[in-house]
Protein backbone atom coordinates (compact mmCIF):
# COMPACT_ATOMS: atom_id res chain seq x y z
CA UNK A 1 0.00 0.00 0.00
CA UNK A 2 1.62 3.36 -0.75
CA UNK A 3 2.00 6.19 1.33
CA UNK A 4 -1.24 7.92 -0.21
CA UNK A 5 -3.57 5.20 0.09
CA UNK A 6 -2.28 5.05 3.52
CA UNK A 7 -2.99 8.24 5.13
CA UNK A 8 -5.95 8.22 3.17
CA UNK A 9 -7.41 5.50 4.94
CA UNK A 10 -6.36 6.80 8.53
CA UNK A 11 -8.23 10.37 7.50
CA UNK A 12 -11.31 8.14 6.77
CA UNK A 13 -10.65 6.02 10.20
CA UNK A 14 -10.29 9.02 12.35
CA UNK A 15 -13.39 10.65 11.18
CA UNK A 16 -15.57 7.12 11.14
CA UNK A 17 -17.75 8.78 8.82
CA UNK A 18 -17.71 8.46 4.72
CA UNK A 19 -20.66 7.70 2.90
CA UNK A 20 -20.39 4.59 1.02
CA UNK A 21 -22.63 2.43 -0.95
CA UNK A 22 -25.97 1.12 1.03
CA UNK A 23 -25.01 3.44 3.23
CA UNK A 24 -22.48 1.43 5.10
CA UNK A 25 -19.17 2.94 6.77
CA UNK A 26 -15.85 2.46 6.86
CA UNK A 27 -14.70 1.79 10.74
CA UNK A 28 -11.68 0.98 13.08
CA UNK A 29 -11.19 0.84 17.22
CA UNK A 30 -8.69 2.69 16.47
CA UNK A 31 -7.27 5.01 13.53
CA UNK A 32 -3.65 3.71 13.58
CA UNK A 33 -4.80 0.19 13.40
CA UNK A 34 -7.44 1.07 10.71
CA UNK A 35 -7.22 -0.94 7.23
CA UNK A 36 -8.78 -0.13 3.98
CA UNK A 37 -12.31 -0.58 2.44
CA UNK A 38 -14.33 -0.54 -0.79
CA UNK A 39 -17.58 -0.48 -1.53
CA UNK A 40 -19.04 -1.55 -4.97
CA UNK A 41 -22.56 -2.05 -5.95
CA UNK A 42 -23.48 -5.69 -4.46
CA UNK A 43 -19.90 -6.10 -2.21
CA UNK A 44 -18.28 -4.85 0.62
CA UNK A 45 -14.75 -5.46 0.72
CA UNK A 46 -11.79 -5.10 3.45
CA UNK A 47 -8.15 -5.23 2.77
CA UNK A 48 -5.84 -5.53 5.48
CA UNK A 49 -2.01 -4.20 4.83
CA UNK A 50 0.72 -7.03 5.86
CA UNK A 51 1.04 -5.53 9.52
CA UNK A 52 0.41 -7.32 12.79
CA UNK A 53 -3.04 -6.85 14.91
CA UNK A 54 -5.27 -4.24 11.81
CA UNK A 55 -8.55 -4.11 12.69
CA UNK A 56 -11.60 -2.71 11.10
CA UNK A 57 -15.37 -3.19 9.96
CA UNK A 58 -18.08 -2.20 7.63
CA UNK A 59 -21.06 -1.18 9.79
CA UNK A 60 -24.92 -0.22 9.11
CA UNK A 61 -27.78 0.68 11.26
CA UNK A 62 -31.05 -1.18 10.62
CA UNK A 63 -34.05 -0.33 12.04
CA UNK A 64 -35.94 -3.48 13.68
CA UNK A 65 -38.71 -1.00 15.70
CA UNK A 66 -41.66 -3.10 14.39
CA UNK A 67 -40.24 -6.54 14.33
CA UNK A 68 -40.00 -9.58 16.74
CA UNK A 69 -37.53 -11.69 15.61
CA UNK A 70 -34.94 -11.27 12.38
CA UNK A 71 -32.18 -13.05 10.45
CA UNK A 72 -29.43 -12.20 9.31
CA UNK A 73 -27.71 -13.45 5.95
CA UNK A 74 -24.78 -12.68 4.36
CA UNK A 75 -22.01 -14.61 1.92
CA UNK A 76 -18.42 -14.20 2.61
CA UNK A 77 -15.02 -15.21 -0.01
CA UNK A 78 -11.62 -14.51 2.28
CA UNK A 79 -8.28 -14.83 0.96
CA UNK A 80 -4.90 -14.89 2.46
CA UNK A 81 -6.43 -15.18 5.90
CA UNK A 82 -5.30 -18.31 7.89
CA UNK A 83 -8.28 -17.71 10.19
CA UNK A 84 -10.70 -17.34 9.40
CA UNK A 85 -13.36 -17.95 12.06
CA UNK A 86 -11.34 -15.23 13.98
CA UNK A 87 -10.52 -12.78 11.31
CA UNK A 88 -14.01 -12.63 9.40
CA UNK A 89 -16.30 -11.56 11.97
CA UNK A 90 -20.45 -10.24 11.62
CA UNK A 91 -21.04 -8.70 15.27
CA UNK A 92 -25.37 -7.15 15.25
CA UNK A 93 -25.29 -4.57 18.65
CA UNK A 94 -29.05 -3.87 19.73
CA UNK A 95 -29.89 -0.12 20.90
CA UNK A 96 -32.73 1.82 21.99
CA UNK A 97 -33.66 4.60 20.31
CA UNK A 98 -31.22 7.35 21.73
CA UNK A 99 -28.45 4.48 21.28
CA UNK A 100 -28.88 3.47 24.84
CA UNK A 101 -28.22 -0.09 26.02
CA UNK A 102 -31.35 -2.58 26.08
CA UNK A 103 -32.57 -5.59 28.35
CA UNK A 104 -31.58 -8.58 26.88
CA UNK A 105 -35.12 -10.69 25.59
CA UNK A 106 -33.29 -13.96 27.04
CA UNK A 107 -33.19 -15.34 30.78
CA UNK A 108 -29.65 -15.88 32.34
CA UNK A 109 -29.08 -19.09 34.20
CA UNK A 110 -30.61 -18.24 37.28
CA UNK A 111 -28.79 -20.90 39.59
CA UNK A 112 -25.72 -18.43 39.43
CA UNK A 113 -27.53 -15.06 38.72
CA UNK A 114 -30.59 -15.39 40.55
CA UNK A 115 -33.45 -13.23 38.66
CA UNK A 116 -30.65 -10.49 37.36
CA UNK A 117 -32.04 -8.94 34.17
CA UNK A 118 -28.83 -8.66 31.73
CA UNK A 119 -28.53 -6.07 28.99
CA UNK A 120 -28.54 -7.16 25.58
CA UNK A 121 -25.15 -8.76 24.69
CA UNK A 122 -23.74 -8.32 21.01
CA UNK A 123 -24.88 -11.22 18.83
CA UNK A 124 -22.26 -13.35 16.55
CA UNK A 125 -24.10 -15.57 13.08
CA UNK A 126 -22.25 -18.30 12.60
CA UNK A 127 -20.52 -19.73 9.38
CA UNK A 128 -22.97 -22.30 8.00
CA UNK A 129 -21.88 -23.85 4.46
CA UNK A 130 -19.79 -23.32 1.91
CA UNK A 131 -20.60 -23.25 -1.97
CA UNK A 132 -17.06 -25.47 -3.05
CA UNK A 133 -16.06 -21.83 -4.60
CA UNK A 134 -14.63 -19.98 -1.55
CA UNK A 135 -18.14 -18.29 -0.72
CA UNK A 136 -19.19 -19.20 2.82
CA UNK A 137 -22.97 -18.99 3.98
CA UNK A 138 -23.19 -16.49 7.57
CA UNK A 139 -26.69 -16.53 9.11
CA UNK A 140 -28.28 -16.67 12.63
CA UNK A 141 -32.16 -15.72 13.41
CA UNK A 142 -32.44 -13.79 16.82
CA UNK A 143 -35.44 -12.57 18.71
CA UNK A 144 -35.13 -8.42 19.02
CA UNK A 145 -35.09 -7.37 22.60
CA UNK A 146 -38.50 -5.51 23.27
CA UNK A 147 -36.94 -1.48 23.59
CA UNK A 148 -34.67 -1.97 20.28
CA UNK A 149 -34.92 0.57 17.75
CA UNK A 150 -32.24 -0.55 15.62
CA UNK A 151 -29.76 -3.15 15.36
CA UNK A 152 -26.07 -2.50 14.37
CA UNK A 153 -24.65 -4.67 12.32
CA UNK A 154 -20.46 -4.99 11.69
CA UNK A 155 -18.79 -6.89 9.40
CA UNK A 156 -15.53 -7.38 10.27
CA UNK A 157 -11.49 -8.10 8.99
CA UNK A 158 -9.09 -8.17 11.92
CA UNK A 159 -5.98 -9.64 12.81
CA UNK A 160 -5.25 -11.15 9.17
CA UNK A 161 -2.23 -9.32 7.53
CA UNK A 162 -2.29 -9.26 4.03
CA UNK A 163 -6.05 -10.60 4.11
CA UNK A 164 -8.93 -9.67 1.78
CA UNK A 165 -12.46 -10.54 2.83
CA UNK A 166 -15.63 -9.38 0.56
CA UNK A 167 -18.98 -9.95 2.06
CA UNK A 168 -21.96 -9.67 -0.32
CA UNK A 169 -25.75 -10.26 -0.40
CA UNK A 170 -25.98 -8.62 3.30
CA UNK A 171 -29.33 -8.43 4.62
CA UNK A 172 -31.89 -8.47 8.18
CA UNK A 173 -35.06 -8.47 7.94
CA UNK A 174 -37.77 -9.69 10.13
CA UNK A 175 -38.15 -13.56 10.27
CA UNK A 176 -40.14 -16.35 12.08
CA UNK A 177 -39.23 -17.27 15.62
CA UNK A 178 -36.66 -19.95 15.58
CA UNK A 179 -38.26 -22.97 15.59
CA UNK A 180 -37.41 -25.81 18.61
CA UNK A 181 -34.51 -28.47 17.41
CA UNK A 182 -35.72 -31.33 19.54
CA UNK A 183 -33.76 -34.29 19.86
CA UNK A 184 -33.84 -36.93 22.86
CA UNK A 185 -30.47 -38.47 23.98
CA UNK A 186 -29.46 -41.22 26.22
CA UNK A 187 -27.11 -42.75 27.79
CA UNK A 188 -26.74 -46.57 29.22
CA UNK A 189 -25.50 -47.56 32.18
CA UNK A 190 -24.19 -50.98 33.07
CA UNK A 191 -21.01 -52.68 34.71
CA UNK A 192 -21.62 -55.80 32.48
CA UNK A 193 -19.64 -57.64 35.51
CA UNK A 194 -20.02 -61.47 35.58
CA UNK A 195 -22.19 -61.37 32.67
CA UNK A 196 -21.08 -61.69 29.22
CA UNK A 197 -17.97 -63.93 29.04
CA UNK A 198 -17.41 -63.71 25.01
CA UNK A 199 -18.41 -60.81 22.79
CA UNK A 200 -21.55 -62.01 21.28
CA UNK A 201 -23.05 -62.17 24.93
CA UNK A 202 -21.78 -58.94 25.57
CA UNK A 203 -23.43 -57.08 22.38
CA UNK A 204 -26.99 -58.98 23.64
CA UNK A 205 -26.59 -57.46 27.12
CA UNK A 206 -27.34 -54.10 25.29
CA UNK A 207 -30.28 -55.60 23.47
CA UNK A 208 -32.92 -54.64 26.54
CA UNK A 209 -30.72 -51.43 27.48
CA UNK A 210 -31.52 -50.21 24.15
CA UNK A 211 -35.23 -51.27 23.95
CA UNK A 212 -36.05 -49.07 26.95
CA UNK A 213 -34.24 -46.14 25.89
CA UNK A 214 -36.23 -46.41 22.59
CA UNK A 215 -39.31 -46.63 24.36
CA UNK A 216 -38.57 -43.68 26.14
CA UNK A 217 -38.32 -41.87 22.60
CA UNK A 218 -34.18 -41.71 22.35
CA UNK A 219 -32.60 -40.74 19.19
CA UNK A 220 -29.21 -41.07 20.16
CA UNK A 221 -28.21 -43.48 22.56
CA UNK A 222 -24.69 -43.85 23.90
CA UNK A 223 -22.96 -47.49 24.84
CA UNK A 224 -19.86 -47.83 27.11
CA UNK A 225 -16.39 -47.83 26.03
CA UNK A 226 -14.51 -51.16 24.90
CA UNK A 227 -18.13 -53.02 25.44
CA UNK A 228 -16.83 -56.24 23.47
CA UNK A 229 -14.16 -56.85 25.58
CA UNK A 230 -15.00 -55.53 29.43
CA UNK A 231 -15.99 -58.99 31.50
CA UNK A 232 -14.18 -60.90 28.75
CA UNK A 233 -10.58 -60.16 28.08
CA UNK A 234 -7.90 -56.96 28.56
CA UNK A 235 -6.10 -58.05 25.68
CA UNK A 236 -7.85 -55.72 23.19
CA UNK A 237 -5.99 -56.69 20.35
CA UNK A 238 -7.07 -60.32 20.77
CA UNK A 239 -10.87 -59.15 20.01
CA UNK A 240 -10.27 -55.98 18.00
CA UNK A 241 -12.41 -56.15 14.65
CA UNK A 242 -12.69 -54.67 11.45
CA UNK A 243 -15.28 -51.45 11.09
CA UNK A 244 -17.78 -52.33 9.53
CA UNK A 245 -17.63 -55.96 11.24
CA UNK A 246 -19.72 -58.07 13.29
CA UNK A 247 -20.49 -55.94 15.73
CA UNK A 248 -20.90 -52.86 13.85
CA UNK A 249 -23.21 -54.78 11.98
CA UNK A 250 -25.01 -56.16 14.81
CA UNK A 251 -25.35 -53.11 16.29
CA UNK A 252 -26.04 -51.04 13.10
CA UNK A 253 -29.16 -54.13 12.44
CA UNK A 254 -30.61 -52.88 16.43
CA UNK A 255 -30.54 -48.97 14.94
CA UNK A 256 -32.23 -49.89 11.71
CA UNK A 257 -35.04 -51.70 13.63
CA UNK A 258 -35.34 -49.06 16.30
CA UNK A 259 -34.97 -46.23 14.12
CA UNK A 260 -32.31 -44.23 16.71
CA UNK A 261 -28.93 -43.95 16.65
CA UNK A 262 -26.18 -45.76 18.91
CA UNK A 263 -22.55 -45.08 19.75
CA UNK A 264 -20.55 -48.69 20.38
CA UNK A 265 -17.05 -48.28 21.86
CA UNK A 266 -14.81 -51.23 21.03
CA UNK A 267 -11.54 -52.05 19.53
CA UNK A 268 -10.78 -51.64 15.89
CA UNK A 269 -8.37 -53.58 13.78
CA UNK A 270 -6.68 -52.10 10.92
CA UNK A 271 -3.87 -53.82 9.16
CA UNK A 272 -1.22 -54.60 11.95
CA UNK A 273 -2.30 -51.44 14.17
CA UNK A 274 -5.49 -51.38 16.89
CA UNK A 275 -7.06 -48.66 17.81
CA UNK A 276 -9.73 -47.42 21.19
CA UNK A 277 -12.31 -46.62 18.85
CA UNK A 278 -16.09 -45.18 19.39
CA UNK A 279 -18.54 -45.69 16.48
CA UNK A 280 -21.67 -44.25 15.39
CA UNK A 281 -24.44 -46.30 13.44
CA UNK A 282 -27.33 -44.69 12.29
CA UNK A 283 -31.29 -45.57 11.59
CA UNK A 284 -30.32 -46.62 7.90
CA UNK A 285 -28.44 -49.65 9.53
CA UNK A 286 -25.43 -48.16 8.11
CA UNK A 287 -21.80 -46.88 9.54
CA UNK A 288 -22.36 -43.06 9.98
CA UNK A 289 -18.46 -42.48 10.93
CA UNK A 290 -16.13 -43.42 13.72
CA UNK A 291 -14.06 -41.88 16.04
CA UNK A 292 -10.16 -43.09 17.06
CA UNK A 293 -9.34 -41.98 20.70
CA UNK A 294 -6.61 -39.71 20.35
CA UNK A 295 -5.14 -39.60 24.04
CA UNK A 296 -4.20 -42.37 25.17
CA UNK A 297 -3.11 -43.64 28.79
CA UNK A 298 -0.50 -45.50 29.53
CA UNK A 299 -2.46 -49.18 30.41
CA UNK A 300 -3.69 -48.78 26.65
CA UNK A 301 -0.11 -47.57 25.22
CA UNK A 302 1.65 -50.80 27.44
CA UNK A 303 -1.01 -53.02 25.23
CA UNK A 304 0.22 -51.83 21.57
CA UNK A 305 -3.11 -49.18 21.07
CA UNK A 306 -2.33 -46.69 18.67
CA UNK A 307 -3.66 -43.10 18.40
CA UNK A 308 -5.38 -41.72 16.16
CA UNK A 309 -5.48 -38.18 15.19
CA UNK A 310 -8.86 -36.80 13.35
CA UNK A 311 -11.51 -35.48 15.32
CA UNK A 312 -14.57 -35.50 12.45
CA UNK A 313 -18.06 -34.32 13.32
CA UNK A 314 -20.77 -36.03 12.14
CA UNK A 315 -24.03 -35.20 10.27
CA UNK A 316 -27.43 -36.54 11.75
CA UNK A 317 -30.66 -35.75 11.43
CA UNK A 318 -31.37 -33.64 14.23
CA UNK A 319 -27.57 -32.10 14.39
CA UNK A 320 -23.50 -32.32 14.40
CA UNK A 321 -22.72 -34.92 16.78
CA UNK A 322 -18.97 -35.69 17.93
CA UNK A 323 -17.29 -38.28 19.30
CA UNK A 324 -14.52 -38.56 22.14
CA UNK A 325 -12.94 -41.52 24.56
CA UNK A 326 -12.73 -41.95 28.36
CA UNK A 327 -9.12 -40.15 28.88
CA UNK A 328 -10.08 -37.37 26.06
CA UNK A 329 -11.96 -35.93 28.86
CA UNK A 330 -8.75 -34.91 30.86
CA UNK A 331 -7.70 -32.96 27.83
CA UNK A 332 -9.45 -29.82 26.96
CA UNK A 333 -8.24 -29.75 23.34
CA UNK A 334 -10.31 -32.84 22.02
CA UNK A 335 -13.70 -31.80 23.37
CA UNK A 336 -12.46 -27.92 21.34
CA UNK A 337 -11.54 -29.59 17.99
CA UNK A 338 -14.91 -31.21 18.06
CA UNK A 339 -16.74 -27.89 18.92
CA UNK A 340 -14.57 -25.75 16.49
CA UNK A 341 -15.92 -28.70 13.62
CA UNK A 342 -19.13 -28.49 14.90
CA UNK A 343 -20.56 -30.60 17.11
CA UNK A 344 -23.18 -29.63 19.26
CA UNK A 345 -23.72 -32.74 21.15
CA UNK A 346 -20.49 -34.87 22.36
CA UNK A 347 -21.13 -38.26 22.85
CA UNK A 348 -18.18 -40.03 25.38
CA UNK A 349 -17.66 -43.66 25.97
CA UNK A 350 -16.03 -44.02 29.43
CA UNK A 351 -14.26 -46.84 31.42
CA UNK A 352 -14.29 -43.70 34.31
CA UNK A 353 -12.95 -40.22 35.20
CA UNK A 354 -13.37 -37.28 36.82
CA UNK A 355 -16.75 -35.65 36.52
CA UNK A 356 -15.81 -31.96 37.05
CA UNK A 357 -13.83 -32.46 33.61
CA UNK A 358 -16.99 -33.74 32.06
CA UNK A 359 -18.40 -30.36 33.20
CA UNK A 360 -15.77 -28.09 32.46
CA UNK A 361 -15.40 -29.50 28.61
CA UNK A 362 -19.32 -28.56 28.44
CA UNK A 363 -19.03 -25.10 29.74
CA UNK A 364 -16.01 -24.21 27.64
CA UNK A 365 -17.30 -25.21 24.58
CA UNK A 366 -20.80 -24.47 24.96
CA UNK A 367 -22.34 -28.57 24.02
CA UNK A 368 -24.02 -31.22 25.22
CA UNK A 369 -22.67 -34.62 26.87
CA UNK A 370 -23.96 -38.09 26.93
CA UNK A 371 -21.55 -40.08 28.62
CA UNK A 372 -21.67 -43.98 29.77
CA UNK A 373 -19.16 -45.26 32.10
CA UNK A 374 -18.81 -48.12 33.84
CA UNK A 375 -18.24 -46.58 37.24
CA UNK A 376 -20.44 -47.51 40.06
CA UNK A 377 -23.15 -44.76 40.39
CA UNK A 378 -22.20 -44.58 44.31
CA UNK A 379 -19.03 -43.42 44.21
CA UNK A 380 -18.25 -39.61 43.27
CA UNK A 381 -16.19 -40.20 40.38
CA UNK A 382 -17.63 -40.41 36.62
CA UNK A 383 -21.73 -40.80 36.02
CA UNK A 384 -23.57 -41.50 32.97
CA UNK A 385 -25.34 -38.81 32.65
CA UNK A 386 -26.61 -36.42 30.20
CA UNK A 387 -25.17 -32.98 31.06
CA UNK A 388 -25.86 -29.51 29.32
CA UNK A 389 -24.29 -26.83 27.72
CA UNK A 390 -23.77 -25.34 31.19
CA UNK A 391 -22.18 -28.26 32.92
CA UNK A 392 -25.36 -29.69 34.95
CA UNK A 393 -25.67 -32.73 34.98
CA UNK A 394 -29.50 -32.73 33.89
CA UNK A 395 -30.05 -36.58 33.94
CA UNK A 396 -27.65 -39.28 36.16
CA UNK A 397 -28.16 -42.88 36.67
CA UNK A 398 -29.01 -44.00 39.95
CA UNK A 399 -28.57 -47.67 39.07
CA UNK A 400 -26.70 -50.46 37.21
CA UNK A 401 -28.94 -51.89 34.13
CA UNK A 402 -30.59 -48.47 33.58
CA UNK A 403 -30.71 -45.68 30.81
CA UNK A 404 -31.23 -42.09 31.43
CA UNK A 405 -32.70 -40.35 29.00
CA UNK A 406 -33.43 -36.50 28.13
CA UNK A 407 -35.17 -34.38 25.50
CA UNK A 408 -33.13 -31.01 24.61
CA UNK A 409 -33.66 -28.34 22.39
CA UNK A 410 -30.27 -27.75 20.19
CA UNK A 411 -31.66 -24.55 18.87
CA UNK A 412 -32.33 -23.07 22.35
CA UNK A 413 -29.39 -20.14 23.17
CA UNK A 414 -27.23 -20.44 26.04
CA UNK A 415 -27.04 -16.96 27.14
CA UNK A 416 -24.23 -15.92 30.03
CA UNK A 417 -24.79 -13.24 32.43
CA UNK A 418 -22.50 -10.68 30.94
CA UNK A 419 -21.07 -12.88 27.90
CA UNK A 420 -24.95 -12.81 25.94
CA UNK A 421 -24.53 -16.05 23.82
CA UNK A 422 -21.26 -17.60 24.55
CA UNK A 423 -21.93 -20.48 22.38
CA UNK A 424 -21.58 -18.10 19.36
CA UNK A 425 -18.56 -16.10 20.82
CA UNK A 426 -16.35 -19.10 21.22
CA UNK A 427 -15.33 -19.73 17.42
CA UNK A 428 -14.94 -16.24 17.18
CA UNK A 429 -12.73 -15.24 19.63
CA UNK A 430 -11.69 -18.92 20.95
CA UNK A 431 -7.50 -19.44 20.47
CA UNK A 432 -6.07 -20.29 17.32
CA UNK A 433 -3.42 -23.05 16.51
CA UNK A 434 -1.33 -24.31 13.89
CA UNK A 435 -0.91 -27.68 12.91
CA UNK A 436 2.59 -29.51 15.06
Known amino acids: MNITRWLLTLLISAIQLTSLADDWVLKSPRPDIAIGGKAESGSLTLTSPDREGLNGFWERSFSVKDAEWVEFLAKRYATGIEHERRSCVVRIEWEGASGEAVPSPHPVNAAYFGDAVASAKPEYPKDRISDGNGWVDVSGRYKVPQKAARAIVQLHLRWAPGGIVTWKDVSLTPSDPLPPRMVTLAAVHTNLSGKGRSVAENRELFVPLIEDAVSQGADLIVLPELLTCKGVTHDYASVAESIPGPTTDFFSALAKQHDCYLVVGMPEKSGKL ?29 RGIAPGSEYPVFETRFGKVGLMICYDVFFPEVARRLAMNGAEVIALPIWGGNPRLAAARCAENGIYLVSSTYTNHEQNWMKSAIWNREGDRIETAGEWDSVVVREVDLNQPNYWYGLGDFQSRIAREAPVWKAE
Open 274 to 302: VYNVAVLVGPDGEVVGKYRKVTLPREEIA
